[in-house]
């Protein structure tokens, strides 16, 4: 079964980056399409990013668009979200999904002075 498993959260202050990683694994072959979402506290769950299975086309929610880049490790069966210039808005915890079945557990982003 496909497992996936976040990591790279943590505070930060408003302006500074942070790179998350979703490492994937239980799957052979072609690779999922894979989504980044955040949920901040008392807010529904907003999809940020996304990349195709083969890689070539990615996507970025309106409000992320030009400070935060997904990229692909396939070495490492690793999907990365580097997140810049970071804003206080951005806090929330930062979960990977692949094709919106398999969900890993989410890892926290804080961004505050």
């Known amino acids: 079964q496909l497992q996936l498993v976040e990591s790279g959260g943590g505070l930060v202050q408003p302006g500074g980056s942070l790179r998350l990683s979703c490492a994937a694994s239980?799957?052979?072959?072609?690779?999922?399409?894979i989504a980044w979402f955040r949920q901040a506290p008392g807010k529904q769950r907003e999809g940020v990013s996304c990349m195709s299975s083969n890689g070539e086309m990615v996507n970025y929610v309106d409000a992320v668009k030009g400070r935060f880049s997904i990229s692909r490790d396939n070495a490492k069966n690793t999907v990365l979200l580097q997140m810049n210039s970071l804003r206080s808005e951005d806090t929330a915890v930062y979960y990977c999904?692949?094709?919106?079945?398999?969900w890993g557990q989410g890892t926290q982003v804080t961004v505050s002075s």
């Open positions: 999904t692949a094709s919106g079945v398999y």
């Open positions: 239980g799957f052979t072959g072609r690779w999922p399409q």
